[in-house]
């Protein structure tokens, strides 16, 4: 059964906890970034309003049944880092999709592996989850090797798949199917 609560999980170097109102610097931060504001719900204009409003969202998306966002945080410090989900759009056929970003400054240390290696095998230890699908843009070399390095399969290329910005992109699908 799904669980009512944000799990805290665990798989060093990364945590994966609930954000706090004290993550609004890591999503400032972030909201000058080129891509994250674009694919994601992160405010663009970076204000403190709209950066512990994108916090609250956060804790909202459990609420509302869309799904588990989590903050991605160091295990030592519990400073975080970035963000990582687990979307429930299409639980009623046992498929759930993941996205993740990582701010700038804290990219190629391996926390996106790390989470999402967490997130997965959370997932899949779940009665409803028998798929975990994964979308990267084909230029996105990084992603989709951090998505193969967790065990994730490429199944091939959605055309005009998602809006980014005012573009409509190709994404590759990942999959990772649950050993049942």
């Avoid at 999980?9 to 891509?35: C, K």
């Avoid at 956060?58 to 880092?81: C, N, W, Y």
């Avoid at 990267?136 to 055309?159: H, I, Q, Y």
Wanted: proline share 6%.
């Amino acid at each position: 059964m799904l669980p009512d609560i944000l799990p805290t999980l665990v798989h060093e170097p990364i945590l994966l906890r609930a954000f706090h109102d004290t993550d609004m610097a890591l999503v400032q931060s972030v909201s000058t970034d080129p891509l994250i504001p674009l694919i994601t719900s992160v405010p663009a204009s970076g204000t403190p309003d709209d950066s512990l409003a994108y916090i609250k969202r956060q804790h909202e998306r459990l609420l509302t049944g869309k799904g588990f966002s989590f903050a991605i945080a160091l295990a030592s410090t519990d400073e975080a880092v970035g963000q990582i989900g687990l979307w429930l759009d299409n639980i009623h056929q046992g498929r759930v999709s993941t996205g993740y970003w990582i701010a700038p400054q804290f990219r190629w240390r391996g926390y996106a592996k790390a989470a999402l290696r967490a997130v997965t095998e959370w997932a899949l230890e779940l009665d409803e989850v028998h798929r975990v699908e994964l979308y990267v843009e084909p230029w996105n070399e990084r992603s989709w090797s951090t998505a193969e390095a967790c065990g994730f399969e490429r199944e091939g290329l959605l055309r005009s798949w998602q809006q980014v910005g005012s573009e409509r992109k190709d994404m590759y699908m990942y999959s990772r199917i649950a050993p049942r």
